[in-house]
T-cell receptor
């Protein structure tokens, strides 16, 4: 079965640089969630989209923005990167009927 | 707002022994409950979920969990563990008050270590 695809899988950036993370949901899934998991931490909700509209917002810094496109893929844009942004970033997708989130493999961002 | 408490940060067990990973939640509304497993350097894999119906739910890899509304618990159990079950286990809850949004709130995780 098709799964959630995230790219890139690994990303290394310098402080103050920008990064773009991409998420391709499971086919027919119309809802995307982004989570951030710091080292040794539980995943924290950042933001979500339903039918290309932002549906909820969590602890996402103002330096970050995201959007969902017409093909339902989503991108998380991160600017002015800080050392503390180093984390594993997960994308999850659902279809409204089941409301069960299926996670991608994550993008490991390292900020040097 | 909901919260999740995983009472044990680490659980060491011997191979073929039974295990229970405890999870309690707090929410003012009805919830969906999930257990996810994370193997080292990997993503989150859904083990099982409770949405409604029977309070005993069975998942993959021989795991099961029981929803107890009065105790607001959703403990995960396996009668006989294998070395390959060594991983971090996360309990998560999504409340049903958010309309079309069901963001997950996770517990801090329980590291299950299965020793030979």
């Amino acid at each position: 079965a098709a799964g959630v695809i995230q790219s890139p899988r690994h990303l290394i950036k310098e402080k103050r640089e920008t990064a773009t993370l991409k998420c391709y949901p499971i086919p027919r899934h119309d809802t995307v969630y982004w989570y951030q998991q710091g080292p040794g931490q539980d995943p924290q909700f950042l933001i979500s989209f339903y039918e290309k509209m932002q549906s909820d917002k969590g602890s996402i810094p103002d330096r970050f923005s995201a959007q969902q496109f017409s093909d339902y893929h989503s991108e998380l844009n991160m600017s002015s990167l800080e050392l503390g942004d180093s984390a594993l970033y997960f994308c999850a997708s659902t279809e409204q009927i089941t409301d069960t989130q299926y996670f991608g493999p994550g993008t490991r961002l390292t900020v040097l | 707002a909901q919260s999740v408490t995983q009472l044990d940060s680490q659980v060491p067990v011997f191979e073929e022994a039974p295990v229970e990973l405890r999870c309690n939640y707090s929410s003012s509304v009805s919830v969906y409950l999930f257990w996810y497993v994370q193997y080292p350097n990997q993503g989150l894999q859904l083990l099982l979920k409770y949405l409604s119906g029977s309070t005993l739910v069975k998942g993959i890899n021989g795991f099961e969990a029981e929803f107890n509304k009065s105790q607001t618990s959703f403990h995960l159990r396996k009668p006989s563990v294998h070395i390959s079950d060594t991983a971090e286990y996360f309990c998560a809850v999504s409340d049903l008050s958010g309309g079309s949004n069901y963001k997950l709130t996770f517990g801090k995780g329980t590291l299950l270590t299965v020793n030979p």
